[in-house]
T-cell receptor, first 114, second 114 residues
Framework: SAVISQKPSRDICQRGTSLTIQCQVD?????MFWYRQQPGQSLTLIAT?????????ESGFVIDKFPISRPNLTFSTLTVSNMSPEDSSIYLC???????????FGPGTRLTVL | AQKVTQAQTEISVVEKEDVTLDCVYE???????LFWYKQPPSGELVFLIR??????QNEISGRYSWNFQKSNSSFNFNITASQVVDSAVYFC???????????FGTGTRLQVFP
């Protein structure tokens, strides 16, 4: 499995502000993913981030709201922009280790927007 | 279209009881993967098992076992002699070969009381 860390682990933010979440992996991976888990709900894929290319967003998610960076093979960031209380969720990154066809998840970032 | 259904929203048992978590999936592909993840109260998503569509052998890992029945599109998770540490939300997920997108069920919250 992969060792994945996320920063911050939790945050409380004011509406209208932006928060950048970092995801760091202990080894190089091609694919990184960002998910949102709204309170009491399941996980929904926001976007897939490959190093060196633009992120691919799922239906219902747009780059202006959730810009993603993937500067190298071990790191990615997700920004939640112009936040509203509806953005209060757990945001999780995951990686697909080479040749495993399995996604391993980071510990998540609990975001509360007031 | 792909879909994962976990009809049981919440299950409560007393320690040492056996429990089965149901998972039914829909896919048009012949090649796909099925997964179970555990989400304890800390929020981290822990990978438990991956099964590919061509391997219908049931798997046992200690107190945990998984029953894959392709004929009725089910991939159930059994816990024998449940323990308080098993208390968590359990998610079943599906991905089709050639894609990296995980489709999650809505999860089953298992509460094991001492």
């Amino acid at each position: 499995s992969a060792v994945i860390s996320q920063k911050p682990s939790r945050d409380i933010c004011q509406r209208g502000t932006s928060l950048t979440i970092q995801c760091q992996v202990d080894s190089q991976v091609t694919m990184m993913f960002w998910y949102r888990q709204q309170p009491g709900q399941s996980l929904t894929l926001i976007a897939t981030a490959n190093q060196g290319s633009e992120a691919t967003y799922e239906s219902g998610f747009v780059i202006d709201k959730f810009p993603i960076s993937r500067p190298n093979l071990t790191f990615s960031t997700l920004t939640v922009s112009n936040m509203s209380p509806e953005d209060s969720s757990i945001y999780l990154c995951s990686v697909d280790r080479e040749m495993t066809d399995t996604q391993y998840f980071g510990p998540g970032t609990r975001l509360t927007v007031l | 279209a792909q879909k994962v259904t976990q009809a049981q929203t919440e299950i409560s048992v007393v320690e040492k009881e056996d429990v089965t978590l149901d998972c039914v999936y829909e896919t048009r592909d012949t090649t796909y993967y099925l997964f179970w993840y555990k989400q304890p109260p800390s929020g981290e998503l822990v990978f438990l098992i991956r099964r590919n569509s061509f391997d219908e052998q049931n798997e046992i890992s200690g107190r945990y076992s998984w029953n894959f029945q392709k004929s009725n599109s089910s991939f159930n998770f059994n816990i024998t002699a449940s323990q308080v540490v098993d208390s968590a939300v359990y998610f079943c997920a599906l991905s089709e070969a050639g894609t990296d997108k995980l489709i999650f069920g809505t999860g089953t919250r298992l509460q094991v009381f001492p």
